[in-house]
């Protein structure tokens, strides 16, 4: 009898706590702001924008095992090394094309992850960010060349994708398009942010190379999305269009070689005259920094 009242008791509190809110209480000024109203406040643009590039850095685990390196662990730009076979083996695997999706050393589900996440931030810019200004628009282009470039770093590991056109509501399956179609897709951001144009309707909305100590530097360019479409087209084995396309990177004053190959690689050389498309890191973090 003693544990049926206290039931009783516990439930008639519970039901003067569900009763004892007002419409006071509930219609309090809402703390936080929907994102299409977030994108469409200038105040907001540099945040905006910093989160697609914020994906350029993955990091997966203390070896780092980014996809620059995982670029280039199959290619003969780099050797894996390490003290015997088994150091890093999964790299070993990488570097003779062993390397399955069941390893978990591999963390390919967080490759995949990850960079998705970028596409993510860079569709939601382009679904809610009006192209009411120049800057606007330069977000836009810049946000299209950032989906494209995580794309393509996608589709070189995994072949076909989805693809995620628009934000996608949490309920939406997308099916996985072809190889071809997915680098199609690919250089078609790139074009439209190539052929992207300001208010004035002749200014490509990229930027220019300002300079090798420009404020801009670590900025998408013009020519960065030119040298990606050419890169593209390569894998596309659409040769024609990668030379003509990248004849526009060669001819641009702004690029060129080093006299000293070596010299691409001193920290003292940070966006040098070979450097098309450079991240560039915050020195705040206390890690490894950010972009």
Known sequence: MKNIKKILHLAAGFMLLLTACTEKDIEVTPTREFKEDFYKKTENLSIALATTYNYLWVRTGPWGNSHRAWGNFPSDDAYTGGADDGDQQTYQDADKYKVTPLDPAANLNTQWSINFRGIYACNLLLDNMPPTS?????????????????YFELARMFGGLPIVKTTPSPTEMIPRSTYDETLEYIASLLREAIEAKRLDGSTPALLQRSGLSGPNNGEVTLAAAQALLGKVYLYQKKYSDAINILLEVDKNPNYMLEANYADIFEASNKFGKESIFEVSYA????????P
């Open 134 to 150: 120049d800057l606007n628009i330069m977000a836009i282009a810049e946000a299209k060349f950032l989906k494209a470039f995580y």
């Open 283 to 290: 020195k705040q973090n206390s890690s490894n920094g950010t």
